[in-house]
């Protein structure tokens, strides 16, 4: 993982010299740039996509845990049938025909 000091840095007195909209073009065509104060970070300005991919792999990482952890305690004698779950919701097969079908990822 790369250093929070490698990613394009700028000093956070630019921001006081109209400098601002210059910086957030840079943010949207690099992703990130690292805000420094005294040589020292002090936040990361990420562009909304770049936002946005982060969001989605967090998500992507925590249904992987899940997942991971379901199927080291996985009990294949803990399954039930589709009939029994039908009879335990009382569903039948015409209730369902009622839904539109759903895409999964």
Same mark, same amino acid.
């Given at each position: 993982?790369?250093?929070?000091?490698?990613?394009?840095?700028?000093?956070?007195?630019? &921001? #006081?010299?109209?400098?601002?909209?210059?910086? &957030?073009?840079?943010?949207?065509?690099? #992703?990130?740039?690292?805000?420094?104060?005294?040589?020292?970070?002090?936040?990361?300005?990420?562009?909304?996509?770049?936002?946005?991919?982060?969001?989605?792999?967090?998500?992507?990482?925590?249904?992987?845990?899940?997942?991971?952890?379901?199927?080291?305690?996985?009990?294949?004698?803990?399954?039930?049938?589709?009939?029994?779950?039908?009879?335990?919701?009382?569903?039948?097969?015409?209730?369902?025909?009622?839904?539109?079908?759903?895409?999964?990822?």
């Amino acid at each position: 993982m790369p250093s929070v000091l490698s990613a394009n840095t700028i000093p956070i007195s630019l &921001f #006081g010299h109209c400098e601002s909209e210059k910086i &957030f073009e840079n943010v949207t065509k690099q #992703g990130t740039m690292v805000v420094t104060k005294n040589h020292l970070p002090e936040c990361v300005l990420i562009s909304p996509m770049e936002y946005m991919r982060i969001v989605e792999e967090l998500n992507d990482l925590s249904l992987l845990t899940v997942a991971t952890d379901r199927m080291a305690h996985f009990d294949p004698s803990s399954l039930i049938s589709e009939k029994e779950m039908y009879r335990r919701f009382n569903l039948t097969e015409a209730d369902l025909a009622e839904f539109d079908e759903i895409e999964i990822e």
